[in-house]
């Protein structure tokens, strides 16, 4: 009878911690990542790239955006309780400091809702192989810290060959740009020296023609065709592009989100990496009608980084799913939430014939 009645409680102890689980699964929001019992905390995300000391131009509405030295700052909020939406910070502060001064310093004494996609200046120098310091603070809530190490810069960029692919456009009801009945894309064939103890991330930028005949440069979309290179595209913050957005029988102009290809230099076999880029464009999305021109980048980002990316990606994977295991969180905040993360980089330009091929 006592055996009977010790596994009866374990079943019933079983049967009430799925219960709870199944719960807190489904009062998680699929946009945030915490949970209703959690407390407010601090959240940060600063990506610097130590070697992006290129001044803005402000003739370009979109050239600010390429500049890669930026950090917001928020408190974390249940979207289950809305009021909190509003929540702001208060006497707020942050500073950045290596081991020996500090460099950089913000404060605010008004009321901020919070500190978006702050630009820190171009002169702060970074070392690799030196350490660096992060320090936030704001009324009500726990101070935070967290600190890098700066990789070593990448290889330089090799570009083996650029050619155009075409496939038929299939027209859709409504405005679009596709001009000839045909998208395109640039086949952009590059490779690079690798480390197996490193992290990397590659953007493309474009400069070129609208189907009106206005020259901008950009970001541009890209994919990677190389099914043997194992990487995932995740989203820079802070980094904005353009693409167009059909709205009734007008296109305009909208600002996106960038997103780069990030891989871990150990899964590359051999110590060197050769990648192809597919960069679609002259379609009903891209606001390129003609490439005039790329820039490549490629950055070593720090293993914190790239954890940190690697774990979003996941989460937006199985956000969805109710029986996947759960994904946490990595970052190097201590106290709070998010990532500081220090980047060098080394870029590739392409000139391209001003030819109807591009």
Do not use: W
């Not at 330089?156 to 998208?183: M, W, Y």
């Not at 020259?215 to 541009?220: P, Q």
């Amino acid at each position: 009878m006592k055996q009977i009645r010790h596994r009866f409680f374990q079943v019933f102890s079983l049967i009430s911690l799925i219960i709870v689980l199944l719960t807190m699964v489904h009062c998680e929001s699929t946009d945030r990542f915490y949970r209703p019992n959690l407390q407010e905390q601090l959240c940060t995300i600063g990506i610097i790239d130590a070697d992006d000391t290129l001044s803005l131009n402000y003739q370009n509405p979109y050239s600010q955006y390429n500049y890669l030295r930026f950090i917001s700052f928020e408190k974390s909020f249940q979207s289950e309780y809305p009021e909190e939406r509003d929540d702001s910070l208060r006497d707020f502060s942050f500073s950045i400091s290596s081991q020996n001064e500090e460099m950089f310093s913000y404060c605010s004494d008004s009321v901020l809702k919070n500190l978006e996609s702050y630009k820190l200046p171009a002169d702060l120098d970074f070392i690799s192989g030196e350490k660096y310091f992060l320090e936030a603070r704001t009324e009500g809530l726990n101070d935070i810290s967290a600190e890098i190490k700066v990789p070593n810069p990448p290889s330089n960029i090799r570009v083996n060959s650029v050619h155009k692919e075409t496939e038929p456009a299939i027209q859709k009801p409504g405005c679009h740009f596709v001009l000839d009945d045909s998208i395109k894309y640039a086949i952009i064939d590059i490779s690079f020296d690798t480390e197996p103890a490193s992290y990397y991330a590659i953007l493309l930028e474009g400069t070129g023609f609208g189907a009106n005949g206005v020259l901008f440069s950009g970001f541009a979309d890209f994919s990677v065709t190389n099914n043997c290179i194992k990487g995932f595209n995740a989203m820079v913050y802070g980094l904005k592009m353009p693409h167009l957005d059909c709205t009734g029988e007008i296109n305009r102009l909208t600002k996106t989100s960038v997103k780069a290809f990030l891989f871990d230099g150990k899964n590359i076999p051999g110590d060197r990496c050769n990648i192809i880029l597919s960069a679609r464009f002259n379609d009903s999305y891209s606001p390129f009608y003609i490439f005039t021109s790329f820039r490549i980048k490629l950055l070593s980002i720090p293993r914190e980084l790239y954890q940190f990316e690697k774990s979003l990606y996941l989460y937006e994977k199985v956000a969805e799913d109710p029986f996947s295991e759960p994904v946490y969180l990595n970052g190097n905040i201590r106290n709070g939430n998010g990532i500081f993360a220090v980047c060098r980089s080394t870029t590739a330009s392409i000139i391209l014939p001003f030819i109807p091929m591009f």
